[in-house]
């Protein structure tokens, strides 16, 4: 596609439930990259993908995020069990490969738990 | 390990005013990758600029101007006569180059232009 595409653009889910959120990356783009981004806070780096491999998962913040990715396209990152503080806006990136290209992001999914 | 500091949280300007964006890089890495990202009110984060570590020209486009400095680890960005429209957070990160490395982002500044 032309940009980095992100499902749902909105989620609101009860506590307790699991979500799961998209991420089509660009086109050729081998990395991928999840943040997170807190009500006016910076973004907190999440996981990274190089192909369907997970180099770097210490973004993580529990064991109840996880993400998978595979044909070294799509992305999903699945949150078990919503709390409250999962609340933010859970962005994703793509770039051409690691390194120095530039990652461009996608508009980002908003993630409530009530 | 990467570290991007962002010393400024929150600049306010009047319109045609310069405004300088601070920020300070740490890396171990020989060869790294500095970027600016703008992140206006919409939400979407626009990428503005790539610098790599063994280019050290610095570069203007429009308005714009970015200073990368070695010597004191730093990569500030300039915006000249500053436009309401520029009023964003603006992120600079960074991501070194040996092994698999992440894109480190600083804690972003706000820029707030009024008329």
């Given amino acids: 596609g032309a940009g980095v595409s992100q499902s749902p653009s909105n989620k609101v889910t009860e506590k307790g439930k699991d979500v799961e959120l998209r991420c089509d990356p660009i086109s050729g783009h081998t990395a991928l990259y999840w943040y997170r981004q807190s009500l006016g806070q910076g973004l907190e780096f999440l996981i990274y993908f190089q192909g369907n491999s997970a180099p770097d998962k210490s973004g993580l913040p529990s064991d109840r995020f996880s993400a ?15 709390q409250q503080e999962d609340s933010a806006v859970y962005l994703c990136a793509s770039s051409l490969r690691q390194g120095g290209t530039e990652a461009f992001f996608g508009q980002g999914t908003r993630l409530t738990v009530v | 390990a990467q570290k991007v500091t962002q010393a400024q949280t929150e600049i306010s300007v009047v ?28 939400g979407e984060l626009v990428f503005l600029i790539r610098r790599n570590s063994f280019d050290e020209q610095n570069e203007i486009s429009g308005r714009y101007s970015w200073n990368f400095q070695k010597s004191t680890s730093s990569f500030n960005f300039t915006i000249t006569a500053s436009q309401v429209v520029d009023s964003a957070v603006y992120f600079c990160a960074l991501r070194g180059d040996e092994g ?4 480190v982002f600083g804690t972003g500044t706000r820029l707030l232009v009024s008329p």
């Fill in chain 2, 100 to 103: 698999f490395q992440k894109l």
């Fill in chain 1, 68 to 82: 998978e990715r595979t044909g070294g396209s799509v992305s999903t990152l699945t949150i078990q069990r919503t």
């Fill in chain 2, 15 to 42: 319109e045609k005013e310069d405004v300088t964006l601070d920020c300070v890089y740490e890396t171990r890495d020989t060869t790294y990758y500095l970027f600016w990202y703008k992140q206006p009110p919409s």
